[in-house]
């Protein structure tokens, strides 16, 4: 989610009695506290985890599944407390491609290869580079996520026995009047009660309708069997195979590993960028910081465990985190009690998930996009420099036309080439006179980007004998740089003339030192010494 996002959902709920302390003293209160909190999480959970898995156009208790395993995991041995995590659909519209062409058994393995590779990402302390991802590469990022989702949801208003046509008549009219009306009580809900999470009191007084007046809609159930089903996942306490039955994998061969490959990298990008994100807003609300390592191995040991036990994967949902915190969940506790209350859902609510109406969970997901769309970018468009513009629609386009990973790391490239451009421009020097010598107080970053500019600001054949070039407002910062300097020096010592480097920083002399250009020829500079190039090797330079 971009950090729009992530600022809007903190102002809204950012108070200082919402914070949490570096530790909390467990007593009755507060256990009963998060013991309530994680009840809340969990009915808010029910609606998002099946609505998602039907994005995915996998069998409800797929996602279900995900949300318990992934929640409880993380909550457990997760970088932050406070944060949920669960079946999301930033994954789900990935995971859809995949299940259509390969199958829900492909999905599985797709899933334990993308929890692995998290886990390395843990290890290997990559979770930082998150804070490379401009602010907007993330507005992009949201705002083709919304459009991807909702142009899932358009394919239930077809045919379901011809998916090339498109439902007319009392079908149509009666998906679109249970959607309008799912939507609204979504959105009045919370004007009324929030006893009840506004998403489930949408799904269970449209699915009451439809049952009361035996309206003939598709459900979940229908659904279920179109995808083709999980007859292990219908009814697992009635199988004999207990509460989780290992789940159908994909044969472990070298032509499986090619299929999940891809799937499997986008889908570890999307989760960690998604959860270090919700990380970070969590980490802003608590006043704490870091555990982003920690959080990527917990994400993907719990997406390797989800997916041995048939669930979808996931990864760190910002809106149960949020719902969390302001109900006022401090602690581990609020995330392993809505897991467990989740579970307890699975066990006593399974069969009655069938009987969802699809429209109810199209309503759902709709108002999730209109959730999630950041529509202040629309306004700021005009306002802001044209790059940062044009990254943003950029970032959309490639997010509905390719996918969520890929969008980021052609948003991240673009930014950066564009910071590049616009630092390049920053070089320039202004010239005086000293004792006979001329002097370049050189100016801006010297980089790859700026060294031509740097060699174009010398004037050679009309500087006196003895030239400086002063580097206080400057800073050395590649090997570009050095051959600048490099090829500076070599043209004033063609033309019979000295030069002196003034002023270099110290991270700045290591940098050249370090590459065998300069050496130290100086003791009166204890702040910045002075660094010295040919002066050993040809005499020409000497030292200031």
Known sequence: MARALLARFANRIERPDLRLSQSEDLTPNRIKIELLSGLTVALALVPEAVAFAFVAGVHPLVGLYAAFLVGLITAVIGGR???ISGATGALAVVMVALVAKHGVEYLFATVILMGLLQVFAGVMHWGKFIRLVPHPVMLGFVNGL???IFLAQLTQFKNPDNTEEWLTGLPLYSMLGLVGLTMLIIWGMPKL???VPAPLAGIGIVAGIVIAFGIDVPTVGDMASIKGGLPSFHNPFGTGEGIYPPAMLAPFTLETLWIILPYAVILAAIGLIE?????????EMTGHRGGASQECIAQGTANVV???????GGCAMIGQ???NVKSGGRTRIAGIAAALFLLLFIVATSSWIEMIPLAALVGVMFMVVIGTFAWNSLTILRRVPKTDAFVILLVTAV??????????VVGVIVSALAYAWNAAARIHAITRDEGGAKVYDVEGPLFFGSSDGFVELFDVQND????VIEFARSRVVDQSALQAIEAVAQKYEAAGKKIQLRHLSRDCHRLLTKAGHLMIDSDDDPDYEVAVDYSVRTGILGSH
């Open 81 to 83: 407390p406070g944060m």
């Open 464 to 467: 006196p004998d003895l030239v």
């Open 306 to 312: 989800t997916g041995f036990f048939g669930g979808m």
């Open 399 to 408: 997010t509905v036309y390719e996918d969520l990973a890929v969008a980021v």
């Open 275 to 283: 959860s270090l994100l919700t990380l970070n807003l969590v980490g």
């Open 193 to 195: 009660t929030k006893f």
């Open 146 to 148: 919304a459009i991807v």
């Open 321 to 323: 985190s949020m719902i």
